[in-house]
């Protein structure tokens, strides 16, 4: 026989230790308010103080742009673009082969940046799909365009 686990003093019609802190009672009755609940809700939101946004959207059509503008993906077809194979076998996961699909469209600073930033703060390896790398950086490519990006830091 295994030990047997030590009795506890929480009992099935009572709250249970365990339950989360703003949740009712199971001895409230039907329809009866219960005090822990309410000051901790916060307000609903009404139509007279709208949530603000904290980035604007800007529409524009959605197109995919020309990724032969990258000096490592000049001599892509379409097809080959187009296939899921392709583009997980030429996901980045380095800086070298982000450095090859760049070249110099970018300066060398970006590339000291990028390396700098994964020795302090990656807690994962880099893997960008080459579609995601186009979209990124959708009406230019240079160093600029790639710190402008809206998902960076501010």
Same mark, same amino acid.
């Given at each position: 026989m295994g030990a047997s686990l030590p009795e506890t003093t929480t009992r099935p019609s009572e709250p249970s230790a365990l339950s989360a802190p703003n949740q009712p009672s199971a001895r409230l009755a039907p329809g009866q308010p219960s005090a822990r609940l309410a000051p901790s809700q916060p307000p609903a939101p009404s139509a007279s103080r709208p949530v603000p946004q904290p980035?604007?959207?800007?529409?524009?059509?959605?197109?995919?742009p020309d990724w032969t503008r990258f000096p490592?993906?000049?001599?892509? #077809?379409?097809?080959?673009w187009e296939s899921a194979q392709w583009q997980r076998a030429h996901c980045i996961?380095?800086?070298?082969?982000?450095?090859?699909?760049l070249g110099n469209l970018v300066?060398?600073?970006?590339?000291?940046? %990028?390396?700098?930033?994964?020795?302090?703060f990656a807690t994962m390896s880099m %893997?960008?799909?080459p579609q995601m790398l186009n979209t990124m950086?959708?009406?230019?490519?240079? #160093?600029?365009?790639f710190y402008?990006?809206?998902?960076?830091? #501010?």
């Open positions: 980035y604007e959207y800007r529409r524009r059509e959605l197109v995919e490592g993906w000049r001599h892509v #077809t379409r097809a080959e996961k380095n800086i070298a082969q982000l450095r090859a699909v300066d060398e600073r970006f590339y000291e940046d %990028l390396a700098a930033d994964q020795e302090r %893997l960008v799909p950086v959708p009406s230019r490519v240079d #160093t600029d365009a402008a990006d809206p998902i960076g830091p #501010t």
